[in-house]
């Protein structure tokens, strides 16, 4: 099996074989999957809807109802402590501590009732010893480090007084208010226009270059994971079908769930004809095919494929892909198809 | 079994000639009164102010522009799904701006629309061969039988399995929704289809199957083609011109290519900029707009882009620039585009593929393609439906 150990050697958070279903579902959401992250560095997990991304995070967070939630296999080392067995307690002395999460609507995840001032500065306070005017001056502080314009006047404003943009980089101050040594963002900018979504990722960019925070971004978007990723995981049902570096994944793509991605995305230089797209839908907890999750859409698939799972196995250093026609120009059979 | 035809024909479509315009806007303003404070006066949204457009018959003409710039306003006002405040609409030389709603109900059959969330825009009461049924029975279009086998092929035709007739919307996942969405659109046998962001609730894989599917229908049925949309790649892609809106007003105008390859408005040069190229050798993304989209209740005087505009000068400030021609059947609202249009040439270039990732990319369509024409295996999404799960 594939192991991150040696690209990795002192990983901050370090999850192995992550293994979890709900109660209502035959299938497990989360199938295995093993990353780590170390300090100041950016981790991308990308997948589409439904491959188990956003519920990886929740169960890192400790934000999972448990039940329907089930975590039926792995660990996830955080300081020396996994996050996954972790009394609710303790997990709660972390969460907006050491470790901090980010979400796509900050509408829905700020509190439409305070002001955002007083909103900041009760994290600080739940978590530092400090005076109520200190945590006030705190939320002052990082409402200026997140770039909030006359962020005085700001401080005493409700939520609904902001603009998407503006609500977005609140609460990238509240999850960094205590100096995490983790950052997750759920697809941060997703709900944002195009020019924001430049402003917010420049700014989660520039914020993690002066802390040294590591970064896991969670994202539907190879643009975003371009700019942002030092490294990246593809996910698919459940399962981590390639990871290595940000460059040797679009470099050199292994997985024909990572080429089927890359080619359903039209080209903003010209028009490359007609779409290449992966057929059929991503199936659902209920109906996950044995052996390879991807299988039955992938052009590529024979009866071994459906036999057996693949395991997630190193073509180069860090650089670990789970298909086991891989690479494929090495299979002549399937080479032969392109002229 | 449905088979979804992959035509070839669409690949490398040539610029349609200058076709005559099928749906015009002239001067087109549509106000929507805000509540304003308790005793003051009624505020008031300026989301379309002043918008002249012309939509060639059989091109694809997409209007782009952040949240609150007015394109879903537009597209609502060019099927008269709204009425405008002032101004005109010509379908076919003919003004509909102030046709009554007994009047414009024929011309449905014409204009039809796609809508932008396909959970919300079907009936889930009805089943979805009603869905698909309902134009062509308030059009009186065939018999009930006739409409019947109509519906079964329009469901073959985006791909769906003809049974599905018989199910109910919440069986089925984003993109089988989109597909029955356009089927109803084309129950009619409309001439012009209004995409409102047809494809920008789903994901990637499933976009590109809608994308492939709107082009295909369009070259079937021989349809105009009006895309309101924020994805600048996915415009790229379908449109033959392109319509830039900033705070309910048109800033530029131009031919795809042309638009890409060299913007001259300041605006549509920051909208490039900040997109993120999907290639880590790609030039950086940069935010080069600070701040939000100003309120459409107080737009900003003289140049309405003026106060988050890089260039912008005093004459910005004060005056207003028309839409003017600047060649090559381009049209753009700046007073500085002369000495802007420069700076951002080749902003929306990516770099070629590296070596391995294209060869493996040219064997995964090679062998994509190769499987799509067995007909042994299944076409996209001829399975059974399933409710679909959401993250």
Same mark, same amino acid.
């Given at each position: 099996m594939h192991s991150d150990a040696d690209s990795n050697p002192s990983p901050l958070l370090a999850v192995d074989n992550l293994t979890l279903r709900f109660s209502s579902a035959s299938g497990n959401v989360v199938d295995g999957v093993s990353f780590s992250v170390?300090?100041?560095?950016?981790?991308?997990?990308?997948?589409?809807?439904?491959?188990?991304?956003?519920? +990886? *995070?929740? =169960?890192? %967070?400790?934000?999972?109802?448990?039940?329907?939630?089930?975590? +039926? *296999?792995? =660990?996830? %080392?955080?300081?020396?402590?996994?996050?996954?067995r972790m009394p609710r307690r303790e997990m709660a002395a972390i969460r907006g501590n050491r470790?901090?999460?980010?979400?796509?609507?900050?509408?829905?995840?700020?509190?439409?009732?305070?002001?955002?001032?007083d909103q900041i500065a009760e994290v600080v306070l739940r978590h530092r010893p400090v005076t109520r005017k200190q945590a006030r001056a705190r939320a002052l502080e990082m409402l200026d480090r997140v770039k909030i314009p006359a962020a005085v006047k700001r401080l005493d404003d409700y939520p609904h007084q902001l603009s998407g943009g503006m609500r977005q980089r609140v609460m990238i101050a509240m999850a960094l208010a205590n100096d995490p040594a983790l950052l997750i963002a759920d697809e941060p900018t997703t709900a944002l226009d195009v020019t924001i979504q430049a402003q917010i990722l420049q700014l989660i960019r520039t914020l993690q270059e002066e802390t040294g925070t590591a970064l896991i971004m969670i994202t539907h978007d190879l643009g975003v994971v371009a700019e942002v990723g030092d490294r990246v995981a593809v996910m698919y049902a459940g399962r981590i079908v390639e990871q290595g570096s940000v460059d040797d994944v679009f470099i050199d793509p292994q997985h024909p769930y990572t080429l089927g991605l890359m080619s359903s995305i039209p080209s903003l230089s010209k028009r490359e004809g007609r779409l290449t797209t992966i057929p059929g839908m991503v199936p659902t907890v209920d109906t996950m095919p044995p052996g390879c999750r991807f299988a039955p859409r992938c052009p590529f698939a024979g009866a071994e494929c459906k036999a057996a799972v693949p395991p997630l196995t190193d073509l180069s250093p860090g650089h670990a892909a789970a298909c086991i026609r891989a690479p494929l120009e090495a299979e002549a059979h399937f080479d032969g198809a392109v002229a | 079994m449905s088979a979804v035809t992959t035509s070839e024909k669409t690949v490398d479509r040539p610029l349609p000639p200058r076709a005559p315009y099928i749906l015009e806007t002239r001067d087109l303003v549509r106000h929507f009164a805000a509540d304003g404070s308790l005793f003051g006066d009624k505020a008031v949204v300026r989301a379309v102010d002043g918008v002249t457009l012309g939509v060639r018959r059989g091109e694809t003409l997409s209007i782009v522009g952040e949240s609150g710039c007015g394109k879903s306003t537009l597209a609502r006002l060019l099927v008269r799904l709204i009425k405008p405040t002032s101004g005109g609409i010509l379908y076919q030389g003919r003004d509909i701006s102030a046709l009554s709603e007994r009047e414009m109900r024929a011309l449905r059959r014409d204009l039809q629309f796609v809508f932008q969330d396909p959970f919300s825009s079907l009936n889930p009461r009805m089943t979805v061969g009603a869905i698909i049924e309902e134009p062509m029975r308030v059009h009186r279009i065939g018999t009930r039988a006739e409409r019947r086998r109509r519906v079964r092929e329009l469901l073959a035709r985006v791909g769906l399995r003809p049974e599905f007739a018989d199910r109910y919307p919440h069986e089925f996942s984003g993109g089988q929704r989109q597909r029955i969405g356009i089927a109803r659109a084309l129950a009619s046998g409309p001439t012009v289809l209004i995409g409102d962001e047809p494809v920008s609730a789903l994901d990637v894989s499933i976009q590109a199957q809608v994308i492939n599917l709107l082009e295909d229908l369009k070259e079937e049925f021989d349809l105009t083609l009006i895309l309101i949309a924020h994805d600048l790649a996915v415009i790229r892609h379908m449109s033959d011109r392109v319509a830039v809106m900033y705070l309910g007003e048109i800033v530029e105008l131009a031919d795809t290519d042309a638009l890409y390859d060299r913007p001259h408005h300041p605006y549509t040069q920051a909208l490039m900029r900040a997109i993120p190229v999907p290639s880590p050798h790609a030039r950086d993304m940069v935010a080069e707009l600070t701040g939000d989209v100003p309120s459409p209740l107080a737009p900003p005087s003289g140049c309405r882009f003026h106060t988050r505009c890089p260039h912008a000068t005093e004459l910005c400030a004060q005056k207003k620039p028309h839409l003017e021609a600047s060649g090559d059947n381009r049209f753009v609202a700046c007073h500085h585009w002369r000495s802007v249009a420069d700076s951002a040439a080749g902003l929306s270039e990516e770099p070629a593929r590296p070596a391995n990732a294209a060869h493996r990319l040219a064997l995964y369509r090679a062998w994509t393609k190769k499987q799509g024409q067995n007909p042994a295996t299944q076409s996209p999404t001829d399975q059974a439906p399933t409710v679909p799960s959401e993250e």
């Open positions: 170390s300090p100041g560095e950016t981790l991308c997990i990308v997948g589409e809807s439904g491959c188990g991304k956003s519920v +990886t *995070a929740l =169960s890192l %967070m400790g934000l999972l109802p448990m039940p329907p939630a089930q975590i +039926t *296999a792995g =660990s996830a %080392m955080f300081d020396g402590k996994d996050l996954l470790m901090a999460m980010i979400f796509q609507e900050p509408m829905t995840s700020l509190n439409p009732a305070y002001r955002i001032g | -």
